[in-house]
């Protein structure tokens, strides 16, 4: 079965009110054409999983696309804070459901399994425990020991960008790539949405069987999307663009000049190829990718 589709299909396959599970650490290895498309498309009350969010979490806030966040971190790394999220937060916009790694990974790992919830020692001690309806003390059977229950998470759909895929939706990232989020996140989801620097033929794949991370009955839609992890890095393929987040940055404490930036890069661009030349083309790309 062909699963290639373009990126407004792979997109239109999310609805409103949906959790959608964002593969993202921060400044590395985000599928920011689907974000760019999520916005362009005004989806609505969408909440977001991440492990660490970065500028995909805050142009989300800023683009009024989410209302709330489940994971551990928002954060641009060194390029500082993420401030429309932010003040999303702080004005009630978005509702935030704080949990650590390994709480996210039992939350995750139960809905993956089928399973009510997953234990974990992770968050013991933490006050966030008590104001989280998803969390809750238990005493282990075996031991009596005190751990925390985790309530099952099943994401609508899950965004990844990965190194190459096939058009039946095998699926394939380099050993430069290995997050802890990207193998519990399509488990957990009802839906995969996966767009890839390159499709390929499925005997490309065959050559390094052991670099699959997703079989293709597990994926619905792959979208053939160059550097579609810019302005993050997305190694050996290209680094993090500075000078973008650096562009980002600066304007983000403002929502005019907020909203004019989204309007120059994402709004504006009807294609990749036009986001590409809008944030510098092939002269910026090449400084990446040295």
């Avoid at 670099?211 to 579609?228: M, N, Q, S």
């Amino acid at each position: 079965m062909n699963k290639v589709m373009t990126i407004e299909e792979a997109v239109g396959l999310v609805s409103d009110g949906e959790i959608v599970a964002l593969q993202n650490m921060a400044t590395q290895a985000a599928p920011m054409a689907l974000v760019r498309e999520l916005i362009r498309q005004e989806k609505r009350n969408l909440g977001l999983v991440c492990l660490v969010g970065g500028m995909a979490v805050d142009w989300l806030a800023a683009a009024g696309v989410i209302d709330r966040f489940i994971g551990a971190a928002v954060s641009m790394e060194q390029f500082g804070l993420c401030n429309q999220y932010r003040k999303a937060v702080e004005g009630g916009r978005v509702r935030v459901e704080e949990l650590s790694e390994t709480a996210l990974n039992a939350r995750l790992g139960a809905g993956a399994r089928n399973l009510p919830f997953l234990p974990t020692r992770g968050m013991l001690g933490s006050d966030l425990v008590d104001i989280n309806d998803n969390l809750t003390l238990i005493q282990d059977p075996f031991t009596g020991e005190t751990v925390v229950a985790c309530r099952a998470l099943v994401p609508d759909v899950a965004f990844i960008h990965a190194h190459r895929a096939d058009a039946r939706g095998n699926v394939q990232m380099d050993p430069t790539i290995k997050w802890p989020d990207l193998g519990i996140f399509p488990k957990a989801s009802k839906k995969v949405i996966v767009t890839a620097e390159e499709i390929v033929d499925t005997e490309v794949l065959r050559r390094n069987p052991d670099r699959t991370v997703l079989p293709g009955f597990a994926v619905d839609a792959v979208v053939e999307v160059p550097y579609g992890a810019h302005p993050t890095s997305f190694f050996p393929n290209y680094t993090y663009d500075t000078a973008f987040h650096l562009e980002w940055i600066k304007v983000a404490r403002d929502d005019e000049a907020t909203q004019a930036f989204l309007q120059k890069y994402v709004y504006a661009p009807a294609t990749q190829a036009d986001y590409l030349a809008a944030v510098g083309g092939a002269e910026r790309i090449l400084e990446l990718t040295r």
